[in-house]
């Protein structure tokens, strides 16, 4: 078997950085779509992510398909809890298809104590222009509400280019019993009607981005027990390694970042970040409590 290292030097993807003081864990990533991207199986990334205080991740489904990869590993992997759904644009294109695929998502939001969320659903009007396909966004995002309202399970929004729009929906619909907003792309006054909410805020590596001077704002005005980090690997790669493909082992820059922004140590910003992670999606599940350093290369 390949060494991790090895693995990393053969698919030319950054070196792990230096591990944190205290584990962590990425609250959105696509292990699948990493896979497809750059070569690195979820095994392989589970075990750099543990070797520098990433102790598991959220695997995020967008259509049914992934939704079900999600089920699937988190099931054989203790460190991983799974998040199903229909992402809006892919909801947008579903035609007559789309009643099926969510009532496909509501099987798998049953499925057990590893299927945390019902996400990432929501609006995306960057995408999706047309009124028709804003529409139909909609229909789909208050179907997915229900399904986390009903199944008791957290609700992981998109959100991009429809902060208002979103809220009305949220508002118009029974509560879920918990929100995350995935990869906020709000400003400061956007971030505070969503903790208005009771939301948890999931910054990408997108706030350590020259030109993202407003995210940066926001994040300093949400509590530090509102705070969440995610790769949304394989995307969003933040600086210093922006421009390579994701994975929750580079989860460290950003954690370190966020620290620095917030101006805490990071030890305790580390520790708040695993507590709100487990407050955001239900509770604690199985991780290790420490680094796990990898096995030393065969020479």
């Given at each position: 078997?390949?060494?991790?290292?090895?693995?990393?030097?053969?698919?030319?993807?950054?070196?792990?950085?230096?591990?944190?003081?205290?584990?962590?864990?990425?609250?959105?990533?696509?292990?699948?779509?990493?896979?497809?991207?750059?070569?690195?199986?979820?095994d392989?990334?589970?075990?750099?992510?543990?070797?520098?205080?990433?102790?598991?991740?959220?695997?995020?489904?967008c259509?049914?398909?992934?939704?079900?990869?999600?089920?699937?590993?988190?099931?054989?992997?203790?460190?991983?809890?799974?998040?199903?759904?229909?992402h809006?644009?892919?909801?947008?294109?579903?035609?007559?298809?789309?009643?099926?695929?969510?009532?496909?998502v509501d099987?798998?939001?049953?499925?057990?104590?590893?299927?945390?969320?019902?996400?990432?659903?929501?609006?995306?009007?960057?995408?999706?222009?047309?009124?028709?396909?804003?529409?139909?966004?909609r229909?789909?995002?208050?179907?997915h509400?229900?399904?986390?309202?009903?199944?008791?399970?957290?609700?992981?929004?998109?959100?991009?280019?429809?902060?208002?729009?979103?809220?009305?929906?949220?508002?118009?619909?029974?509560?879920?019993?918990?929100?995350?907003?995935?990869?906020?792309?709000?400003?400061?006054?956007?971030?505070?009607?969503?903790?208005?909410?009771?939301?948890?805020?999931?910054?990408?590596?997108?706030?350590?981005?020259?030109?993202?001077?407003?995210?940066?704002?926001?994040?300093?005005?949400v509590?530090?027990?509102?705070?969440?980090?995610?790769?949304?690997?394989?995307?969003?790669?933040?600086?210093?390694?922006?421009?390579?493909?994701?994975?929750?082992?580079?989860?460290?820059?950003?954690?370190?970042?966020?620290a620095?922004?917030?101006?805490?140590?990071?030890?305790?910003?580390?520790?708040?970040?695993?507590?709100?992670t487990?407050?955001?999606?239900?509770?604690?599940w199985g991780?290790?409590?420490?680094?796990?350093?990898?096995?030393?290369?065969?020479?």
């Amino acid at each position: 078997m390949i060494h991790p290292l090895d693995l990393l030097d053969q698919r030319n993807l950054p070196a792990p950085p230096e591990p944190l003081p205290s584990v962590v864990i990425d609250s959105h990533t696509h292990a699948d779509t990493t896979e497809e991207r750059s070569g690195l199986d979820p095994d392989t990334s589970l075990a750099l992510a543990a070797s520098v205080g990433i102790a598991g991740f959220v695997q995020v489904g967008c259509d049914v398909q992934g939704s079900e990869f999600a089920v699937a590993l988190a099931e054989r992997r203790p460190e991983v809890i799974a998040s199903v759904a229909i992402h809006p644009n892919d909801a947008a294109r579903a035609g007559d298809d789309l009643d099926a695929m969510i009532a496909r998502v509501d099987e798998l939001a049953g499925r057990g104590p590893h299927v945390r969320a019902v996400g990432e659903t929501g609006l995306d009007f960057y995408r999706t222009t047309d009124p028709l396909g804003h529409a139909v966004q909609r229909h789909s995002f208050a179907r997915h509400i229900d399904i986390a309202r009903r199944h008791r399970l957290t609700l992981v929004i998109h959100d991009r280019d429809a902060h208002a729009e979103v809220l009305d929906v949220l508002d118009a619909e029974p509560a879920a019993p918990r929100v995350v907003m995935h990869s906020f792309s709000g400003d400061a006054a956007i971030a505070r009607r969503f903790l208005d909410r009771g939301a948890w805020l999931s910054f990408p590596g997108v706030v350590t981005f020259t030109s993202a001077a407003k995210l940066r704002e926001a994040l300093r005005v949400v509590p530090l027990d509102r705070i969440l980090v995610e790769t949304d690997a394989p995307y969003l790669t933040p600086v210093p390694v922006r421009g390579r493909p994701n994975a929750p082992y580079l989860v460290p820059h950003l954690v370190r970042f966020v620290a620095e922004q917030v101006r805490r140590p990071l030890d305790k910003v580390c520790e708040a970040l695993l507590a709100n992670t487990h407050a955001a999606f239900g509770g604690p599940w199985g991780h290790p409590d420490a680094v796990v350093p990898l096995p030393e290369r065969r020479r």
